[in-house]
């Protein structure tokens, strides 16, 4: 088994996560390359990477624009072994529905597919986190669960975020994580880091990558800064199709 696993920035929250067997893709919504070509490399899933001889999984944590885009369904037609594991808020056609490769979840459910184990967790605004472990890794991602600390919120609404958010967390605090996404989000202001640093402070997965950031990939430099003193490396990405390997 391969001690190595290679992590895509696709585009805000989305990743490809490439195992010795399988690749996984999460929250996949931006189609259009960042290059002239289509390669992971540029930020899309492409044919050469669907058609490799891998199991291929495909997570939605839930149905926003920023975070679904419905070409994800034109892959199966390029893989046989490609399996979805969706937010009950994605819409499904009759077909769809009668498949056996498609999982429709709701939190707080388990799934084992093969050697592919799933859980679901809730998030703070809609659907689903998914902590997964795949080949000897400990995968989580985080989805829109955030610490929503908007200025426009009263103080009361912020605290019920401030909450919320942990109260998600401590559902899962044992949980052993080698690699974590988490939203570090630039709309949040001079509050963005929160989610991320108490994250790391209180799961501390030994890389933390961060999502939900759009364009801004700034952000992921000053967040590496925030949580220098703790024990958690956090990839600072530069663009689309940026690899990231971690090893065990």
Same mark, same amino acid.
């Given at each position: 088994?391969? !001690?190595? *696993?290679?992590?895509? /920035?696709?585009? /805000?929250?989305? *990743? ?9 893709? %999460?929250?996949? &919504? @931006? ?12 930020? *899309? ?19 926003? =624009?920023? =975070? ?61 986190? +998914? ?14 669960? @955030?610490?929503? =600390?908007?200025?426009? %919120?009263?103080? !009361?609404?912020?605290?019920?975020? #401030? ?17 974590? %996404? ?6 949040? #202001?001079?509050?963005? &880091?929160?989610?991320?640093? &108490? %994250? !790391? ?15 801004? +990939? ?14 958690? #490396? ?10 990231? *390997?971690?090893?065990?």
């Amino acid at each position: 088994m391969s !001690a190595e *696993v290679e992590i895509y /920035h696709l585009y /805000h929250s989305g *990743v490809a996560v490439k195992t010795a067997d399988k690749v996984l893709i %999460f929250d996949y &919504y @931006n189609d259009r390359s960042a290059g002239d070509e289509r390669r992971l490399e540029q930020g *899309v899933i492409n044919e050469e990477l669907l058609r490799e001889e891998k199991d291929i999984f495909v997570f939605v944590t839930h149905n926003h =624009h920023d =975070h679904f885009n419905r070409v994800i369904f034109d892959w199966e037609e390029e893989n046989d072994n490609i399996n979805y594991i969706l937010s009950a808020d994605v819409k499904l056609s009759t077909a769809q529905q009668k498949k056996d490769n498609y999982y429709v979840l709701d939190k707080y459910e388990n799934l084992n597919i093969d050697d592919l184990v799933i859980e679901t967790y809730g998030t703070t605004d809609q659907g689903l986190s +998914y902590y997964v472990e795949v080949d000897g890794f400990n995968i989580f991602h985080s989805g829109d669960l @955030n610490w929503w =600390h908007w200025k426009k %919120f009263s103080a !009361a609404e912020r605290k019920v975020e #401030e909450e919320d958010f942990k109260e998600e967390l401590a559902r899962f605090k044992d949980k052993n994580l080698d690699i974590a %996404f988490v939203p570090v989000d630039p709309r949040l #202001e001079e509050h963005y &880091y929160l989610a991320g640093q &108490y %994250f !790391a402070q209180t799961i501390a997965p030994k890389l933390l990558v961060p999502i939900h950031f759009s364009d801004n +990939y700034y952000i992921t430099e000053e967040f590496a800064e925030v949580i220098n003193n703790l024990a958690v #490396e956090s990839a600072v990405i530069n663009g689309r199709g940026e690899k990231i *390997v971690y090893d065990k």
